[in-house]
């Protein structure tokens, strides 16, 4: 029997990735799943999609963090965001890279996550990703030196751009069965999936997709 593969698509920018990450490798691992994960950058898919990045929009930016700190205080985990957000997340994602951190990918991912959204770490600062490394007993000098190579920055490239062929437009997003599953919040949905139990009518779905737009917001002229 062949196991089935759950591919998670983040960027350390997001709360929400970290959120979903927490809960997922339990999640598969009780459903004979294989987890396997892949750094993407955001702003990338933001500039593909067309958008701008919640970081970028004041008042989204304010009800994250006010949402993320709920959500933290109701599951028993502090919330203590980067310490310049939205940061360049280069580094932090070429680091995590498979190629990069091998078989402590899930160390890396896990202490760099806990380090920028529970410790409020400065994700940008190479300096600062090396310590955080090294206090959880990495390499994080031999890390950020193989991060910094061809392979990884083509890698990290090329991850993205199949993120965007496959239809990734944010993070995280959760694929099973080449099914797209956007967002921390549909991690309950995700679980339904694969248990077998889901609800979805995939013909009535079919019949909502097929409705017309009737108005493009772009195009539109106010009288």
Known sequence: MTTRTLDFYFDFISPFAWFAWRRLPALCAERDVSLVAHPVIFGKLLDHWGQLGP?????????????????????GFEFNPPKF???????????????VAGSDQKRVIDTLFEAGWSAGADLGDA????????????????????AKGAEAKDSLRRETELAIARGVFGVPTMVVDEELFWGNDQVEQLAVVL????????????????????IDRKARQDP
Do not use: W
């Open 55 to 75: 970081a970028e929009i004041v008042p989204k930016r304010n009800n994250i963090y006010a949402s993320g700190y709920r959500y933290a205080a109701m599951h």
């Open 85 to 99: 957000h939205p940061y360049n997340p280069l580094t932090t994602l070429r680091i995590a890279q498979g190629c």
């Open 127 to 146: 300096a600062e990703v090396v310590g955080v490394l090294n206090a959880v007993g990495l390499d994080g000098s031999g890390l950020l030196e193989r």
């Open 195 to 214: 248990d077998g139990r889901d609800p979805l009518d995939r013909a009535r779905l079919a019949e909502f997709l097929a409705r017309g737009r009737a």
